[in-house]
Nanobody, 125 residues
Framework: QVQLVESGGGLVQTGGSLRISCAASGLPFSNYAMGWFRQAPGKEREFVAAITRSGGGTYYADSVKGRFSISRDSAKKTVYLQMSSLKPEDTAVYYC??????????????????WGQGTLVTVSS
């Protein structure tokens, strides 16, 4: 069964840090670009970050550039999102996605074949 399972969400204060994880199973992890998206209450889902199959290339939304860092561990079949300098506007459900396309086009919402169930990140002011 193909599955992405996110973990690590929680409550953090403004300016704090948090790392969330996404464990993949049932799919050839190294064949997929991976990414993170988020959806805040009352808003549409938006792209956050993506990483290439090799891990050598990363892409970020302007709103998180310089504060968030995406990485992957092929041995553990896990992708991470390290979040720092968190702001209340970062509060959202964060979703992991796997793409058979290019990491560079994940922000367009194309070829996003597998999704996780999401993990809630709440940043208190």
């Amino acid at each position: 069964q193909v599955q992405l399972v996110e973990s690590g969400g929680g409550l953090v204060q403004t300016g704090g840090s948090l790392r969330i994880s996404c464990a993949a199973s049932g799919l050839p992890f190294s064949n997929y670009a991976m990414g993170w998206f988020r959806q805040a209450p009352g808003k549409e889902r938006e792209f956050v970050a993506a990483i290439t199959r090799s891990g050598g290339g990363t892409y970020y939304a302007d709103s998180v550039k310089g504060r968030f860092s995406i990485s992957r561990d092929s041995a553990k079949k896990t992708v991470y999102l390290q979040m720092s300098s968190l702001k209340p506007e970062d509060t959202a459900v964060y979703y992991c996605a796997a793409s058979s396309g290019s990491a560079g086009t994940m922000s367009n919402g194309r070829y996003l074949e597998v999704w996780g169930q999401g993990t809630l990140v709440t940043v208190s002011s």
